[in-house]
C-alpha cells in the first residue's frame, strides 16, 4: 500500500475551529493486538465543541488529535488479530483521534458494521446511538407504555432516543425549537417549544401523574425541573452540561454539581433515582465487561437502523481538511442531523 500517507487534524490549544491544524505522517503500523482502520467517516460530536474551548471533562493536555468516533475498513491487523479482519467495515469508539485518515486501535474495540449500512449512516449512530440506548435500556429501563421526557429532542443524542423509544412502545414528549415540532410529531412525539416558557407546565398537563425518566443534557438549573416531573419510581438520567458550554471557569464543577445533588436524590426515600450518565463509566474497572456491553449495545442500535426503527440524520458530508468548516457548521445550531467528515 505504497504511496498512502496518514492525514490527522489536530487541535493545538483553545482555539477558533479555523485554526485547526493538518499533519501528515506515515501510516501507523499495528502492534499485537491491534488494528489499523482505514477511515471512511467520523464526525463532529458535542465533546469536540468541548474540547476546542478546553471545557471537556477529561480531554488530554493540547495539542492532540480530536475525533470521539469513526467507521471505517480494516486495513492491517498486528500479532493476534485475525487477518480475516481486513477489509470488513468496523466502527470504534475511541474519545480522541478519529479525525484521521488512518487510525490504530485495539481489536477488541472494534464493532463490525452490518451490510446494508453505509460508513456515513453508521457514524451518525455511534457516540449518539450507544448514548441513547444504553440511556433507555441500561440506566432507566424504560418498558412499553411508559412515558419519557426527553430534552433536545431534535439534538444528536435526543433523536436517537425519542426514535429507540418510540420503537420500544414508549409515550415520548420531546423538548425542541418550534422549527422541529413537525418533524418530532412525524415520529409519534408530542413536542414542547422549550423556548416559549414553561416546560414544566406543559409536561404536567401532558402527564399529571409525572413522566417514567427524564433525558436531561442540559445541566444546571434544568436538572432540578427534570427531578421534579418524575412519578414516584421514575428516572432521572442527567448527561452532560450544555448550558455550561461557553462558560469559563472549573470544567469540572458543572459536572460535581449535578452528582452531588444525584447523591442527595438517590437518598430520598420516595423510589426515584436519578444517575449522572457517562458512556465510559466501568471502564477502568473492568475493561473486558465494558467492551462486551459496548458491542451489544452498538450491534443493537445497528440493527434498528437497518430495520428503520432509527434514521441516520447527516447534515453535511465534508474532507478532513475542512474540519474546522465542519465544527463551525456542527455549533452554528442550523443543521439538524451529524456533521460527518470523510477522508
Given amino acids: 500500500m505504497s504511496g498512502e500517507h496518514l492525514v490527522q487534524v489536530v487541535l493545538p490549544g483553545i482555539v477558533a475551529p479555523e485554526d485547526l491544524r493538518i499533519r501528515s505522517a506515515a501510516v501507523p503500523e499495528p502492534g499485537p493486538g491491534q488494528l489499523v482502520i482505514a477511515m471512511e467517516a467520523t464526525g463532529v460530536s458535542f465533546a469536540e465543541q468541548q474540547m476546542r474551548r478546553g471545557r471537556y471533562y477529561d480531554q488530554p493536555p493540547f495539542p492532540f488529535v480530536p475525533g470521539y468516533d469513526l467507521?471505517?475498513?480494516v486495513r492491517s491487523t498486528g500479532p493476534g488479530v485475525s487477518p480475516d479482519l481486513v477489509g470488513r467495515r468496523v466502527a470504534a469508539l475511541v474519545k480522541v483521534g478519529g479525525w484521521a485518515s488512518h487510525v490504530l486501535v485495539d481489536a477488541r474495540?472494534?464493532?463490525?458494521?452490518p451490510e446494508g449500512v453505509t460508513a456515513a449512516q453508521a457514524e451518525t449512530v455511534v457516540v449518539n446511538g450507544i448514548t441513547a440506548w444504553q440511556m433507555l435500556h441500561r440506566t432507566a429501563r424504560v418498558r412499553a407504555g411508559q412515558t419519557v421526557l426527553v430534552h433536545g429532542a431534535s439534538?444528536?443524542?435526543g433523536s436517537v432516543l425519542v426514535q429507540l423509544a418510540r420503537a420500544a412502545g414508549v409515550k415520548v414528549i420531546g423538548t425542541a425549537s418550534a422549527r422541529h415540532h413537525e418533524a418530532l410529531r412525524e415520529l409519534g412525539v408530542t413536542p414542547i417549544d422549550y423556548?416559549?416558557?414553561?416546560?414544566?407546565?406543559?409536561t404536567r398537563e401532558l402527564a399529571p401523574e409525572g413522566?417514567?425518566?427524564?433525558?436531561?443534557?442540559v445541566g444546571g438549573r434544568s436538572v432540578i425541573d427534570s427531578w421534579q416531573l418524575l412519578a414516584p419510581g421514575g428516572t432521572l438520567v442527567s448527561y452532560g452540561s450544555a448550558s455550561t458550554r461557553d462558560d469559563t471557569g472549573s470544567k469540572q464543577i458543572p459536572v460535581l454539581k449535578i452528582l452531588a445533588r444525584t447523591w442527595l436524590w438517590n437518598a430520598l426515600p420516595n423510589g426515584r433515582r436519578a444517575h449522572f450518565y457517562n458512556i465510559w463509566a466501568g471502564r477502568a474497572l473492568n475493561a473486558d465487561r465494558f467492551r462486551a456491553r459496548l458491542r451489544t449495545d452498538l450491534t443493537e442500535v445497528f440493527a434498528a437502523l437497518r430495520r428503520g426503527d432509527i434514521t441516520a440524520r447527516i447534515a453535511a458530508e465534508l474532507p478532513l481538511a475542512r474540519a474546522g468548516e465542519a465544527l463551525r457548521l456542527a455549533e452554528s445550531g442550523t443543521v439538524t442531523g451529524k456533521v460527518v467528515l470523510t477522508p
Fill in 71 to 73: 467507521v471505517g475498513r
Fill in 109 to 113: 474495540d472494534a464493532v463490525e458494521v
Fill in 155 to 157: 439534538g444528536g443524542v
Fill in 211 to 217: 413522566v417514567d425518566a427524564v433525558f436531561d443534557h
Fill in 195 to 202: 423556548r416559549a416558557g414553561d416546560v414544566a407546565a406543559r
